[in-house]
Antibody
């Protein structure tokens, strides 16, 4: 069974950088899937952020592309998300997912609050 | 970029009733790359369907997905207490990436 677990700071200051890591077990991120990030502001809907292929190729939501980087660490079977220049509107629960187009495996999610 | 519109926003029904949720795309969804998810409070979403009508592992057969092109639907034939939740549709495989609908909340009447 594939399991994903998000980790990282729960509080980030405005204009700072949000950094999260997803640790994958039960599958190898080098095997061939995309691995992605989805977020959900409190009380709102889901927003796809972007995904990274096992080769390292990435694709991002166009409106976030200038601020987002997703990368792999195959030695640790992890992938990461960085969002720069954050504002309050980046406050959300962040989920990491296995991305086969659709997302069949999800982490439990981690709340990141942007506040001074 | 494809925009997905889900309706209704909220569906108030009683256990045992039939629920029909719709998802309309602003343009054709290639190869019916349309997924449905269920989300309960405090939980991550759970995949219900992909390819518009292929049931994910462990999903009961009272759930069915259908549609093609720009119009898709999710039907729950007889609502069980555990089915009251928020449901999202998602388009994938397009450019520049994935898109979610705004969600439909199925609540107990």
């Amino acid at each position: 069974q594939v399991q994903l677990q998000e980790s990282g700071p729960g509080l980030v200051k405005p204009s700072g950088t949000l950094s999260l890591t997803c640790t994958v077990s039960g599958d190898s991120i080098s095997r061939g899937y995309y691995w992605g990030w989805i977020r959900q502001p409190p009380g709102k809907g889901l927003e796809w952020i972007g995904s990274v292929y096992h080769s390292g190729a990435t694709y991002y939501k166009s409106s976030l592309k200038s601020r987002v980087t997703i990368s792999l660490d195959t030695s640790k079977n992890q992938f990461s998300l960085k969002v720069t220049s954050v504002t309050a509107s980046d406050t959300a629960v962040y989920y990491c997912v296995r991305d086969d187009g659709y997302s069949d495996f999800w982490g439990r999610g981690t709340l990141v609050t942007v506040s001074s | 970029e494809i925009v997905l519109t889900q309706s209704p926003g909220t569906l108030s029904l009683s256990p045992g009733e039939r629920a029909t949720l719709t998802c309309r795309a602003s343009q054709n969804v290639n190869s019916n790359y349309l997924a449905w998810y269920q989300q309960k409070p405090g939980q991550a979403p759970r995949l219900l369907f992909y390819g518009a009508s292929t049931r994910a592992t462990g999903i009961p057969d009272r759930f069915s997905g259908s549609g093609s092109g720009t119009d898709f639907s999710l039907t729950i034939s007889r609502l069980e207490p555990e089915d009251f939740a928020v449901y999202y549709c998602q388009q994938y495989g397009g450019s520049p990436g994935h898109a979610f609908g705004g969600g439909t909340k199925v609540e107990i009447k």
